[in-house]
């Protein structure tokens, strides 16, 4: 009997399973006939108006690979290629032809009082030290970073490419390398003059009068300390444009460090460029006055004295205070320790 | 002369990665360099696509326009390739590039990247087509052979197509009028500056 009633159990069991997957079943096939998978896809279009870029998720090691699409390197190569070109060329050519305008026009400042034979010293070893080492390296990166925008338009034609490869790659490592001391150089060189750079208020004065520079007569010479207002605007300058140079030169360097993004490379690709080549201009119109420009300036970065009578005219109040100081130092070479 | 593109259809993409290992056999592509890759969008979520992403073989490439040394060049069926021999690492067209598709063999430090590699579309690079010194530095050569690019030859649900623009175009097209959806060519209207109307 008890046999009996497990197999009637056993059926009703089978036949209960039965009725409910006959119930499921039309469920199922309640859903829309034609489905649009796409209908909450992600639309490319979409993306790119929103975002700027598109991003997702990927399974190599390398997370810049999630980056799907990035068409922002359109607008940096506008700019590398075009607006870098420009500016670099307004920039640096524009003062060339201001310079030999000028130059034309004024002619090398000369010493009104002559040179008297006698000298002082204005930049002693280390000081020149510090000038050249910075001023080389400056030179030579300035020379291979401009070779990087402009040396496929001009060199690259003339040179011919396995040349211009070859030369390229120097450049490259020696823009980096050298960047060292530059660094170095340009560290040294705020906490050495400093101290001398602050306004005063001469400056006033001096930028007034435009430094003498306008005047073809020789008569206007503003007093001025050690550095004069011209030259303390292009000492904090260099140190700024220097600090704007390092942190984009740098992250160039290293690349994607410490999650930078190519928007940001490129971000720095720009600042770099732009501060550069105002900084090459910049840096032109320093070496025209320290040479062509001013009689007797040279004298103060070769060997470090210059003459009497030029430290007269163009730093009077330095003057003034080191050979009041000089008696000083004569006092302090006949310690005992020398 | 052909206009060779790639074209990932997303909605059949299922991220199974054989293009990215075929890729990385096919041309004996070092470790953690991927000249193929795909990317997931939307993870896990309603609407999740992935891409097959390489080069794109840009029409007007911006990272021949960058390169400082100009050492890209572009194929008669317009394939972007470049020369080892003059690439000096600088790593511009990485900036450049909207897909993310030129890879380094170094980490970078000190401008020290190593020339610069990317997917050839399976065509080498500037030395004899099918030469030892081709192989060494591009990979293999499969245009050359009559082949298409081994990517799209192996995907296993024809996700990745790679040919003539205008007869993939056209196939995209017919695969989308019969199934009634197509979320468009990926990357398309960014390096050719055309869609597929469908």
Same mark, same amino acid.
């Given at each position: 009997?008890?046999?009996?009633?497990?197999?009637?159990?056993?059926?009703?069991?089978?036949?209960?399973?039965? &009725?409910?997957?006959?119930?499921?079943?039309?469920? #199922?096939?309640?859903?829309?006939?034609?489905?649009?998978?796409?209908?909450?896809?992600?639309?490319?279009?979409?993306?790119?108006?929103?975002?700027?870029?598109?991003?997702?998720?990927?399974?190599?090691?390398?997370?810049?690979? =999630?980056?799907?699409?990035?068409?922002?390197?359109?607008?940096?190569?506008e700019f590398h290629n075009v607006t870098l070109r420009w500016i +670099?060329?307004?920039?640096?050519?524009?003062?060339?032809?201001?310079?030999?305008?000028?130059?034309?026009?004024?002619?090398?400042?000369?010493?009104?009082?002559?040179?008297?034979?006698?000298?002082?010293?204005?930049?002693?070893?280390?000081?020149?030290?510090?000038?050249?080492?910075?001023?080389?390296?400056?030179?030579?990166?300035?020379?291979?970073?401009?070779?990087?925008?402009?040396?496929?338009?001009?060199?690259?034609?003339?040179?011919?490419?396995?040349?211009?490869?070859?030369?390229?790659?120097?450049?490259? =490592?020696?823009?980096?390398?050298?960047?060292?001391?530059?660094?170095?150089?340009?560290?040294?060189?705020?906490?050495?003059?400093?101290?001398?750079?602050?306004?005063?208020?001469?400056?006033?004065?001096?930028?007034?009068?435009?430094?003498?520079?306008?005047?073809?007569?020789?008569?206007?010479?503003?007093?001025?300390?050690?550095?004069?207002?011209?030259?303390?605007?292009?000492?904090?300058?260099?140190?700024?444009?220097?600090?704007?140079?390092?942190?984009? +030169?740098?992250?160039?360097?290293?690349?994607?460090?410490?999650?930078?993004? &190519?928007?940001?490379?490129?971000?720095?690709?720009?600042?770099?460029?732009?501060?550069?080549?105002?900084? #090459?201009?910049?840096?032109?119109?320093?070496? =025209?006055?320290?040479?062509?420009?001013?009689?007797?300036?040279?004298?103060?970065?070769?060997?470090?004295?210059?003459?009497?009578?030029?430290?007269?005219?163009?730093?009077?109040?330095?003057?003034?205070?080191?050979?009041?100081?000089?008696?000083?130092?004569?006092?302090?070479?006949?310690?005992?320790?020398? | 002369?052909?206009?060779?593109?790639?074209?990932?259809?997303?909605?059949?993409?299922?991220?199974?990665? %054989?293009?990215?290992?075929?890729?990385? /056999?096919? !041309?004996?592509?070092?470790? $953690?360099?991927?000249?193929?890759?795909?990317?997931?969008?939307?993870?896990?979520?309603?609407?999740?696509?992935?891409?097959?992403?390489?080069?794109?073989?840009?029409?007007?490439?911006?990272? *021949?326009?960058?390169?400082?040394? /100009?050492?890209?060049?572009?194929?008669?069926? *317009?394939?972007?390739? !470049?020369?080892?021999?003059?690439?000096?690492?600088? $790593?511009?067209?990485?900036?450049?590039?909207?897909?993310?598709?030129?890879? @380094?063999?170094?980490?970078?430090?000190?401008?020290?990247?190593?020339?610069?590699?990317k997917c050839t579309y399976c065509a080498g690079g500037p030395e004899?087509? $099918?030469?030892?010194?081709?192989?060494?530095? @591009?990979?293999?050569?499969?245009?050359?052979?009559?082949?298409?690019?081994?990517?799209?030859?192996?995907?296993?649900?024809?996700?990745?197509? %790679?040919?003539?623009?205008?007869?993939?175009?056209?196939?995209?097209?017919?695969?989308?009028?019969?199934?009634?959806? $197509?979320?468009?060519?990926?990357?398309?209207?960014?390096?050719?500056?055309?869609?597929?109307?469908?």
């Amino acid at each position: 009997m008890t046999k009996y009633f497990a197999h009637i159990r056993m059926v009703a069991g089978a036949l209960a399973l039965a &009725v409910v997957v006959a119930m499921s079943a039309p469920a #199922v096939a309640q859903q829309p006939s034609s489905v649009n998978p796409n209908a909450s896809a992600v639309q490319e279009q979409q993306l790119m108006q929103q975002l700027k870029v598109i991003q997702g998720l990927g399974t190599i090691p390398d997370k810049k690979s =999630y980056v799907l699409e990035h068409p922002a390197g359109r607008d940096w190569r506008e700019f590398h290629n075009v607006t870098l070109r420009w500016i +670099g060329g307004i920039v640096i050519i524009g003062m060339i032809v201001l310079l030999a305008i000028f130059y034309m026009w004024r002619g090398s400042m000369k010493l009104r009082t002559g040179f008297s034979g006698t000298t002082i010293l204005r930049f002693n070893a280390f000081e020149r030290f510090v000038h050249w080492l910075t001023a080389v390296s400056f030179v030579i990166l300035g020379i291979t970073g401009l070779n990087i925008t402009f040396g496929r338009v001009l060199l690259l034609p003339w040179m011919g490419p396995e040349a211009f490869s070859t030369w390229s790659e120097w450049a490259k =490592y020696s823009h980096n390398y050298l960047s060292f001391a530059f660094t170095i150089g340009v560290v040294l060189m705020f906490l050495m003059w400093v101290g001398e750079n602050f306004p005063t208020a001469a400056d006033v004065e001096w930028m007034k009068e435009g430094g003498g520079m306008f005047d073809k007569e020789e008569k206007t010479h503003p007093p001025a300390w050690k550095f004069n207002a011209g030259q303390k605007l292009l000492y904090w300058f260099v140190i700024l444009g220097s600090i704007a140079m390092m942190i984009s +030169g740098y992250m160039l360097m290293f690349p994607f460090y410490g999650g930078l993004t &190519v928007g940001n490379m490129e971000l720095a690709e720009i600042f770099h460029g732009v501060v550069g080549v105002l900084f #090459v201009s910049l840096i032109l119109a320093h070496i =025209y006055l320290g040479t062509l420009g001013m009689e007797g300036a040279f004298d103060a970065m070769s060997d470090g004295n210059v003459d009497v009578n030029w430290a007269k005219e163009h730093h009077s109040l330095w003057y003034e205070e080191e050979m009041g100081s000089g008696r000083a130092r004569a006092r302090g070479a006949m310690r005992p320790a020398e | 002369m052909a206009r060779m593109k790639f074209l990932c259809d997303a909605d059949r993409c299922i991220e199974c990665n %054989a293009c990215v290992t075929a890729c990385k /056999n096919e !041309h004996e592509v070092p470790w $953690g360099m991927n000249r193929r890759r795909v990317v997931t969008l939307n993870d896990g979520k309603p609407g999740e696509r992935s891409i097959s992403m390489a080069c794109m073989h840009c029409t007007d490439a911006p990272c *021949a326009a960058v390169c400082p040394v /100009n050492c890209f060049y572009t194929t008669a069926d *317009a394939v972007v390739l !470049h020369s080892k021999d003059l690439c000096i690492g600088c $790593g511009y067209c990485f900036y450049a590039c909207p897909f993310g598709a030129p890879q @380094y063999p170094k980490v970078g430090n000190f401008g020290s990247r190593g020339k610069m590699d990317k997917c050839t579309y399976c065509a080498g690079g500037p030395e004899a087509d $099918g030469s030892k010194a081709e192989y060494e530095k @591009y990979g293999a050569n499969r245009l050359a052979e009559g082949k298409l690019p081994l990517c799209a030859e192996m995907c296993s649900t024809k996700s990745l197509l %790679a040919g003539d623009g205008d007869v993939i175009a056209q196939i995209y097209k017919e695969r989308v009028s019969r199934r009634g959806y $197509g979320s468009g060519a990926w990357g398309w209207q960014t390096a050719y500056h055309e869609t597929i109307a469908t």
